[in-house]
Nanobody
Framework: QVQLVESGGGLVQAGGSLRLSCAAS????????MAWFRQAPGKEREFVAV????????AYADSAKGRFTISRDNAKNTVYLQMNSLKPEDTAVYYC??????????????WGQGTQVTVSS
């Protein structure tokens, strides 16, 4: 079992920045690929970013490219999502996820409870 706890969400004006964190406990953190997804009201959960177990490789949704950066610190069992140049359409609940493979689909074994990000115009 892996427990994931997100933090760092909040209310920010358009153009601002937020840094989300996801702290993991339980089984070996470095053994999992980590991803961020988000879900806006009335919409399906969508992929945002993923990072491989070692942190060497990352991938982003088109909507996140150039603005968001995913990173991880295996010594701290934490994955981060730095979000810059935020837009109102980034408003959603953001979830971190852990799984065996770094994929862009929500086929992950473990999920956090989510953290709300609200971007005002």
């Amino acid at each position: 079992q892996v427990q994931l706890v997100e933090s760092g969400g909040g209310l920010v004006q358009a153009g601002g920045s937020l840094r989300l964190s996801c702290a993991a406990s339980g089984r070996t953190f470095s053994g999992y690929a980590m991803a961020w997804f988000r879900q806006a009201p009335g919409k399906e959960r969508e992929f945002v970013a993923v990072i491989t177990r070692s942190g060497v490789s990352t991938a982003y949704a088109d909507s996140a490219k150039g603005r968001f950066t995913i990173s991880r610190d295996n010594a701290k069992n934490t994955v981060y999502l730095q979000m810059n140049s935020l837009k109102p359409e980034d408003t959603a609940v953001y979830y971190c996820a852990a799984g065996a493979r770094a994929v862009v689909y929500p086929e992950y074994d473990y999920w956090g409870q989510g953290t709300q990000v609200t971007v005002s115009s």
